[in-house]
T-cell receptor
C-alpha cells in the first residue's frame, strides 16, 4: 500500500528556534515530492523535489530529498509566529497520476 | 486570473440529500482533482481528471461522482449525503496531464451533513 508518513505530528517551539520536519514515503513509481503550507485555508505550495541531494531554498525554508532512503526533510530556521501552520508532504506517482498526502505536521511557534 | 474557484463556501445538508460542489479554473490546466480533508487525516484524493472527458478514482471515491465536460470545470456530486461525508473539500489543478507539478488549490467548501 502506498503511504506517506510525516513526523512529528505536532511540534511547539519558541520564536527563533530551528525546526526539522520529516517525510518518509513508500510509493510505487515515485515521480516527485511536494511540500505545502496550510494555514486555516487552502494549502500553498512551498517546494517540489525530484532529485536526491539537491537542496531547495526559499528564505528561511529549505528542503532536501533522499531517494535512496525514501525521505525528505523541511527545515525552517529562525522561526517566526507566522510560520505556525500545518505542513503537508505529498508524493506523486507516475502511471496512476495520483498524489498521496501525509497527515501533516502541525507547527506552533510561540512568541 | 481568478485561479481555482469553488462554490459554495459552506453547505449544510440533511442525510440523503444530493448536491454538487462546483470547481472552476481559468489557468487552462489539464489536471484537476478533488480532495477531502478531515481532522488529523491530511488530504485524501477522491477523484481526478487528466483532461476533458477523462476521469478516474482516487483513494476515497465511494459516494461521489465527477464529470469533466470542459477543461475549466470539474464538479463533484454527492449522490446521497451521509454524515461520514462531513468534511472540507478542496479542488485543485495543475499544469500538464499529471499530478507531478505544483497543485493550485481552491479556497475549499466546508460541508456538514446532519
Amino acid at each position: 500500500e502506498d503511504k506517506v508518513v510525516q513526523s512529528p505530528l505536532s511540534l511547539v517551539v519558541h520564536e527563533g528556534d530551528t525546526v526539522t520536519l520529516n517525510c518518509s514515503y513508500e510509493v510505487t513509481n515515485f515521480r516527485s515530492l511536494l511540500w505545502y503550507k496550510q494555514e486555516k485555508k487552502a494549502p500553498t505550495f512551498l517546494f517540489m523535489l525530484t532529485s536526491s541531494g539537491i537542496e531547495k531554498k526559499s528564505g528561511r525554508l529549505s528542503s532536501i530529498l533522499d531517494k535512496k532512503e525514501l525521505f525528505s526533510i523541511l527545515n525552517i530556521t529562525a522561526t517566526q509566529t507566522g510560520d505556525s501552520a500545518v505542513y503537508l508532504c505529498a508524493v506523486s506517482q507516475g502511471g496512476s497520476e495520483k498524489l498521496v498526502f501525509g497527515k501533516g505536521t502541525k507547527l506552533t511557534v510561540n512568541p | 486570473n481568478a485561479g481555482v474557484t469553488q462554490t459554495p463556501k459552506f453547505q449544510v445538508l440533511k442525510t440523503g440529500q444530493s448536491m454538487t460542489l462546483q470547481c472552476a479554473q481559468d489557468m487552462n490546466h489539464e489536471y484537476m482533482s478533488w480532495y477531502r480533508q478531515d481532522p488529523g487525516m491530511g488530504l485524501r484524493l477522491i477523484h481526478y481528471s487528466v483532461g476533458a472527458g477523462i476521469t478516474d478514482q482516487g483513494e476515497v471515491p465511494n459516494g461521489y461522482n465527477v464529470s469533466r465536460s470542459t477543461t475549466e470545470d470539474f464538479p463533484l456530486r454527492l449522490l446521497s449525503a451521509a454524515p461520514s461525508q462531513t468534511s472540507v473539500y478542496f479542488c485543485a489543478s495543475s499544469q500538464g496531464y499529471t499530478a507531478y507539478n505544483e497543485q493550485f488549490f481552491g479556497p475549499g467548501t466546508r460541508l456538514t451533513v446532519l
